[in-house]
C-alpha cells in the first residue's frame, strides 16, 4: 500500500544565516535542506500523473520522478533524474525562480504552498556532490567538432549536451575564469563559486576543452574558427554584458558605476577579501537603481561593505520584478526601499565626487505595452537622498563585438541575434542561444537555449 502523502500546506522553511550575521559576510545565506526536511518535503509531492510542474521547466527535468527517489531514500538516483536534462543542478536548485515556473504549476500551490521544488533540487545535487566520487565517463568521439563561445549557463549547456554525443567541444571564454554571469555576476551568498566550479570540471571530465581569456570577434572571429581552426559548427552565447545607464545629468561623476562592474569586482575579483588586489569603491551611502535580481544581488553586496543602501525603483513593492524571496532578503538585512520614485540628476562636489542623487516621487498611472501600470511623475515632488555611491541596476544588452565582426549575422533592434525555433541564426551551421539572443534573461531559460540548439547541431551534423 503507497504511504499517503504529506499534506501539510506550508512548504518546509530554509534553513539561513540569521540576518544580522549573514548581512556583514559573503557566506551561503540558504544552508540547504537536511535530510530529514528533504525527505518531510518530498512527501508533499502528489506525484501528479500528468506532471503539470514539468510545463514550467525550460529544460524539462522529470520532477516528480526524482522527487519520488528522494522520497524513497535514494539520492544518487534522483540527481541522476535531474543530470539527464540538466546540466546544472545545483546551480539550478540555487538561482532559478521556481516561484515563476515549475512551482507555479504545482497543484499544491492552489491551496497553500506549492511542493519545494528547487529546495529539492538543490538537496539532491549538494548531496551528489558530497558524496558521488567517480567522475562521469567521457563518451566516444563521434568526429565533429563544434565551438561554444561563452562559458556562461547558455555555453555550458550547449557544451553538456553535446559533448554527451559525442562531439569535441571547445568552449572559449572572454575572461580568465569560466562560468560566464554565474561567476561575475551572482554572489558568493547566493551561488558559491566553488559549485560552479565543480559543474565545470563535471564538463571537462566530459572532454570539454575550456579555453579562457580569448575574446571572439578581437583574438578570432567566427569566421577564423569556421575556416581556420575547423569547427563546423559555432554556437554563441556570450550573453549580456553590455551596461544600460539613465540618461540624467551627473551619470559620468566619480562615484556612478554599473552593477557590472561593482559585481564584477566583487564576484569574479573578490574585491571584497582584505588582501584582493582589486580596486572596488567602498561607499558609506549608496543608491542603487533598478528593481530586478541583479539590483537587489548589488544592494545587498553594498552592505556587506559596510555602506547604508537604498533601492531606489520607479514602481511599487508589488511590481518589483526581483524573486520574491530575494527582496524579503534585502529587507531583512537592512536595506532600504525608497519605491515609487525616480532619479533625475545625481550631483557632486567641486571634485565631481557624488554628494546626492535628486529623485521625483511618482504615481501609477494606465498600463503600458507590458501590462505594468506605467509609473507617472509627481510635478513638484522631487527630494535629495544624501550618497557617495550610484549604482545603475537597470538592465543589460548584447555586446556588439560578436555581431561587427561577424559578417551575415541578423541582430534585431535591441541588438540581439536573430533566431529560429531552433536555434539557428542567418548563418549557415552557427547557432546562438541565452541574453546574446533575448537580452538580459534568466539562467534557467539561456538554459533551455543552449539545450535546444545542442539538438539541432546534432540533428544537422548528424542527419539524425
Known amino acids: 500500500m503507497a504511504e499517503k502523502p504529506n499534506m ?36 508533499r509531492c502528489l506525484n501528479c500523473k500528468n506532471k503539470p510542474c514539468m510545463q514550467g521547466c525550460p529544460v524539462m527535468v522529470h520532477i516528480p520522478d526524482f522527487i519520488q527517489e528522494i522520497k524513497a531514500g535514494d539520492y544518487e538516483k534522483a540527481y541522476q533524474i535531474i543530470a539527464a536534462t540538466s546540466a546544472l543542478p545545483a546551480v539550478c536548485g540555487r538561482v532559478c525562480p521556481q516561484e515563476s515556473q515549475c512551482e507555479k504549476y504545482c497543484v499544491r500551490g492552489k491551496k497553500g504552498d506549492p511542493v519545494g521544488i ?18 562521469p565517463e567521457k563518451p566516444e568521439s563521434n568526429g565533429h567538432r563544434v565551438a561554444v563561445i561563452g562559458s556562461g549557463p547558455a555555453g555550458l549547456t550547449c557544451a553538456g549536451d553535446l559533448a554527451r554525443l559525442g562531439y569535441e567541444v571547445t568552449v ?12 561575475y555576476g551572482i554572489p558568493e551568498f547566493r ?54 545607464f539613465m540618461k540624467i545629468p551627473g551619470v559620468n561623476y566619480k562615484g556612478v558605476l554599473s552593477a557590472n562592474e561593482f559585481l564584477t569586482r566583487i564576484n569574479l575579483m573578490k574585491a571584497y577579501l582584505p588582501g584582493s ?21 548589488a544592494a545587498r553586496c553594498a552592505k556587506r561593505l559596510g555602506a547604508e543602501v537604498y533601492i531606489v525603483y520607479r514602481r511599487g513593492m508589488e511590481e518589483l520584478p526581483a524573486r520574491k524571496e530575494e527582496v524579503e532578503h534585502a529587507e531583512e538585512e537592512g536595506i532600504i526601499f525608497k519605491t515609487l520614485c525616480n532619479p533625475v540628476e545625481i550631483l557632486a562636489d567641486s571634485d565631481d565626487n557624488v554628494t546626492q542623487v535628486r529623485c521625483i516621487k511618482m504615481e501609477l498611472g494606465e498600463p503600458d505595452a507590458s501590462g505594468r501600470r506605467r509609473p507617472v511623475e509627481i510635478p513638484g515632488s522631487e527630494f535629495e537622498i ?36 531552433d536555434g539557428l541564426t542567418s548563418r549557415e551551421n552557427v547557432y546562438a542561444g541565452g541574453d546574446a539572443v533575448t537580452g538580459a534573461a534568466t539562467v534557467i531559460l539561456a538554459m533551455g537555449a543552449g539545450k535546444t540548439a545542442a539538438k539541432a547541431h546534432h540533428e544537422a551534423l548528424s542527419g539524425k
Open 277 to 297: 588586489d582589486t580596486p572596488i569603491v567602498h561607499p558609506k551611502k549608496v543608491a542603487v537603481v533598478g528593481g530586478g535580481n541583479v539590483a537587489m544581488d
Open 8 to 43: 501539510r500546506l506550508d512548504k518546509n522553511p530554509m534553513p539561513s544565516q540569521e540576518p544580522d550575521v549573514r548581512n556583514k559576510n559573503f557566506n551561503e545565506v540558504a544552508l540547504g535542506y537536511t535530510e530529514e526536511l528533504a525527505l518531510d518535503e518530498a512527501k
Open 118 to 135: 528547487g529546495r529539492l533540487e538543490r538537496f539532491a545535487a549538494d548531496w551528489h556532490n558530497t558524496n558521488a566520487k567517480a567522475a
Open 172 to 183: 572559449f571564454e572572454a575572461l580568465h575564469l569560466a562560468g560566464g554571469v554565474l561567476v
Open 386 to 421: 544624501d550618497v557617495d555611491c550610484v549604482i545603475m541596476a537597470l538592465g543589460t544588452s548584447p555586446n556588439p563585438l560578436i555581431k561587427s565582426t561577424t559578417a551575415g549575422l541578423e541582430i534585431n533592434k535591441k541588438g540581439g541575434i536573430v533566431v529560429n525555433e
Open 191 to 244: 551561488l558559491p563559486k566553488s559549485i560552479v566550479q565543480k559543474e565545470v570540471d563535471g564538463l571537462k571530465a566530459l572532454g570539454v576543452e575550456i579555453s579562457t581569456d580569448t575574446v571572439v570577434g578581437r583574438t578570432i572571429t567566427v569566421d577564423e574558427l569556421m575556416s581556420e581552426q575547423g569547427f563546423e559548427a559555432v554556437f554563441i552565447g556570450s550573453g549580456a554584458g553590455l551596461p544600460m
